[in-house]
């Protein structure tokens, strides 16, 4: 561990800050925030940083307040003489929104990689991205590991044959067929028609599940919808089990009901969103150990490449 690293955290990653200080083996840095009455706030760095590398673990998920922390604490850094800053942004919100996908729409995680590097950012590591391109965005190194480096363990204890990859959807075929390759197994995908966002008109299974353990992968899990179907899709298909593997717990509207009345007999997320409450089929992964070996590779100049699986 080096005298000259600090790592700080924003209010709703704070939890998670914590655990990657520890892992990295210091303590989580002091930040206070002062609150306004009409509830804006000022963000203040406890400790001197003159000439350190400063570390800012946040994920911005709504409120938009999280980026906006987030973009503060970057600020004050710099104006605090960090030699360098580097967030650790768990979850990126807004990474939906990486195309023009209709008229007159912003592309906003462009717009956020611009308001990053404005704020005086000189460094991004972040979990499964949304998009793969949107490490494009940046003219700063990006750093974007997966979420595979703290699946495949488990996958591999839970100790089943038979198994076989699936994705929810067309977009996520390329996870599946990486994750298959790895175990030498094969991956089926399911094929959906959304009516309108958050809403599935229909779903088609493109491959064979009988008899097999299926694990369902994703790069997140917003209302459930798209997984919960596609998990009974497989069942009634023949699968003797399914479970999934997905990276971000967005889990907004019904989410959590959907998950208990599923057919799933495991759900894994990682700790880059902090669950709202608790449900029976969900078991969360850590991440803080990936993260806090990412430092120790970034600041002994080391390459980082080996934690990009997949």
């Not at 406890?46 to 999280?66: C, H, K, L, M």
């Not at 704020?119 to 003219?139: E, K, M, N, P």
């Amino acid at each position: 561990m080096s005298k000259n690293v600090n790592i700080f955290a924003g209010r709703s990653s704070e939890y998670l800050g914590r655990q990657i200080a520890e892992k990295y083996g210091t303590t989580l840095g002091n930040v206070i925030f002062d609150v306004f009455s009409d509830g804006e706030f000022k963000p203040s760095f406890e400790q001197n940083i003159r000439g350190n590398s400063v570390y800012i673990v946040q994920s911005t998920f709504p409120p938009a307040d999280n980026l906006l922390e987030l973009l503060m604490l970057v600020d004050a850094a710099r104006r605090a003489s960090a030699k360098h800053i580097v967030a650790i942004i768990p979850y990126f919100g807004y990474a939906r929104q990486d195309r023009k996908d209709q008229p007159r729409v912003p592309i906003t995680s462009k717009l956020i990689a611009n308001l990053l590097t404005a704020s005086g950012l000189d460094r991004l590591v972040t979990l499964d991205l949304h998009a793969d391109q949107i490490q494009g965005f940046f003219d700063i190194p990006v750093d974007h590991l997966y979420a595979s480096s703290v699946f495949v363990p488990i996958i591999k204890d839970l100790g089943l044959e038979d198994i076989t990859f699936a994705s929810p959807d067309a977009g996520g075929t390329k996870r599946a067929a990486s994750y298959a390759k790895a175990f030498g197994t094969d991956f089926v995908m399911c094929y959906k028609q959304r009516s309108k966002p958050n809403e599935i008109e229909k779903m088609a299974l493109i491959g064979n599940v009988k008899n097999r353990h299926v694990l369902l992968l994703d790069d997140m899990i917003d209302t459930g919808g798209t997984i919960t179907k596609a998990a009974k899709l497989i069942k009634s298909k023949g699968a003797k089990s399914v479970m999934a593997f997905a990276t971000h717990a967005v889990l907004s509207g019904n989410a959590y009901k959907s998950i208990e009345k599923s057919v799933f007999n495991k759900i894994f997320l990682t700790d880059s969103i902090p669950l709202r409450e608790n449900s029976s089929k969900i078991e969360i992964v850590p991440t803080a150990d990936l993260f806090a070996q990412v430092i120790h590779k970034i600041e002994n100049c080391e390459s980082v490449s080996s934690l990009f699986e997949f």
